[in-house]
């Protein structure tokens, strides 16, 4: 049981390129997450999906396209890379409670550089 | 939409002393209150969360307390040790429960 896995660790891109981060999580969770962190402005929520096939902004959505086409993947999009999207970004999951939330389990994260 | 404000954004403390951090939230539908633990270069962990239904909930040295009717939460650390220092985040869950948004983060540092 993996939890959720990241992929890449690491990247540097240089200003318009283009690349797509990937999220996988194995304990069926339907809901999904994509954050990005920045020193001293915690983490702020990009996209996220409550199930597959469906997506929604979050505070910082703007330059970022996500997909869910699978209920284990989110995919989180950059088509043409900014300096300001230099950052940490984590994915995170949880599954679906009927009353009271349950807790975001988080990825590694990506550290991402724009030049 | 919601919004989470976490004090102090640095705690430095004397290894053995407690320490406080404090968070105020927005929306008062919010009902789930996490706190997560982040080392460096390490993801978040959830270290203790407390539902809008309890008033106070410990774990070990640990405890949340929650004031609904002033909509503040905090974090208290007792006989805090080097091993203690991070940054800790508060969050609120609001959108009806899809979305958790985090406070800016408290590092707090023990000292010898």
């Known amino acids: 049981n993996a939890g959720v896995t990241q992929t890449p660790k690491f990247r540097v891109l240089k200003t318009g390129q283009s690349m797509t981060l990937l999220c996988a999580q194995d304990?069926?969770?339907?809901?999904m997450y994509w954050y990005r962190q920045d020193p001293g402005m915690g983490l702020r929520l990009i996209h996220y999906?409550?199930?597959?096939?469906?997506?929604a902004k979050g505070e910082v959505p703007d330059g970022y396209n996500v997909s869910r086409l699978k209920k284990q993947n989110f995919l989180l999009g950059l088509e043409s890379a900014a300096p300001s999207q230099t950052s940490v970004y984590f994915c995170?999951?949880?599954?679906?409670?009927?009353?009271?939330?349950?807790?975001?389990?988080f990825g590694n994260g990506t550290r991402l550089t724009v030049t | 939409g919601e919004n989470v404000e976490q004090h102090p954004s640095t705690l430095s403390v004397q290894e053995g002393d407690s320490a406080v951090i404090k968070c105020t939230y927005s929306?008062?539908?919010?009902?789930?209150f996490p706190w997560y633990k982040q080392e460096l270069g390490k993801r978040p962990q959830l270290i203790i969360d407390?539902?809008?239904?309890?008033g106070e909930k410990k774990d070990q040295r640990i405890a949340v307390t929650l004031n609904k009717t002033a909509k503040h939460f905090s974090l208290h650390i007792t006989e805090t040790q080097p091993e203690d220092s991070a940054v800790y985040f508060c969050?609120?869950?609001?959108?009806?429960?899809?979305?958790?948004?985090f406070g800016t983060g408290t590092q707090l540092k023990v000292e010898l």
């Open positions: 304990m069926n969770h339907e809901y």
């Open positions: 929306d008062s539908a919010s009902n789930y």
């Open positions: 999906s409550v199930g597959e096939g469906t997506t």
């Open positions: 407390i539902r809008s239904n309890v």
């Open positions: 995170a999951s949880k599954r679906r409670e009927s009353s009271y939330n349950s807790p975001l389990h």
């Open positions: 969050a609120a869950f609001t959108g009806g429960g899809n979305k958790l948004t």
